[in-house]
T-cell receptor, first 110, second 116 residues
């Protein structure tokens, strides 16, 4: 059974700080991982994907993957109030549709 | 990435009635997915809709309650039948962009359903 675990938060960080969001997964066969951002009342928006162990950087966002530990994280540098949202991690297995974590609610305090 | 038009964006319905949600994609896609997001919860997959075959439903979801149509490669509908207040949720359609080089899923704007 595929499971994704996330700390539901809320996670509060001051503006300009680094926000760290974490996700663990149960399926060792997973090869790709995605981070989605969902603003209140909106649909999820893909912000990062990662397929290999290590770090992947895109602007202020860095995704980190450790397949041995079955752990994926998202770092947001220089956090802004506009980053306040729920962040969902998700992964497929083969042709299986995406399984989503429950999401972590991030609040960036100005 | 694919652009999905979903409608209606929201509706308030009487219990016992049905609502059909439509999703139109601006490109041809093999699979479309329907998710439900209950208040304060994450996304739960309802079913996968393939063109030319019956939808594949996840555990806990049945065709009689959530009939799905997929008449072509750019369009799908989800009907929520015989609604009860427990069906109040956001319903989202989604497509996999991998085949076109976009990784991850793209979502429609969602349908916020309230059953009274």
């Amino acid at each position: 059974q595929k499971e994704v675990e996330q700390n539901s938060g809320p996670l509060s960080v001051p503006e300009g700080a680094i926000a760290s969001l974490n996700c663990t997964y149960s399926d060792r066969g997973s090869q790709s991982f995605f981070w989605y951002r969902q603003y209140s009342g909106k649909s999820p928006e893909l912000i990062m994907s990662i397929y290999s162990n290590g770090d992947k950087e895109d602007g202020r966002f860095t995704a980190q993957l450790n397949k041995a530990s079955q752990y994926v994280s998202l770092l947001i540098r220089d956090s802004q109030p506009s980053d306040s949202a729920t962040y969902l991690c998700a992964f497929p297995t083969g042709n299986t549709p995406l399984v989503f974590g429950k999401g972590t609610r991030l609040s960036v305090i100005a | 990435s694919a652009v999905i038009s979903q409608k209606p964006s929201r509706d308030i319905c009487q219990r016992g009635t049905s609502l059909t949600i439509q999703c139109q994609v601006d490109s041809q896609v093999t699979m479309m997915f329907w998710y439900r997001q209950q208040p304060g919860q994450s996304l739960t997959l309802i079913a996968t809709a393939n063109q030319g075959s019956e939808a594949t439903y996840e555990s806990g979801f049945v065709i009689d309650k959530f009939p799905i149509s997929r008449p072509n490669l750019t369009f799908s509908t989800l009907t929520v039948s015989n609604m009860s207040p427990e069906d109040s949720s956001i319903y989202l359609c989604s497509v996999d962009g991998t085949a076109s080089g976009d990784y991850g899923y793209t979502f429609g704007s969602g349908t916020r359903l309230t059953v009274v």
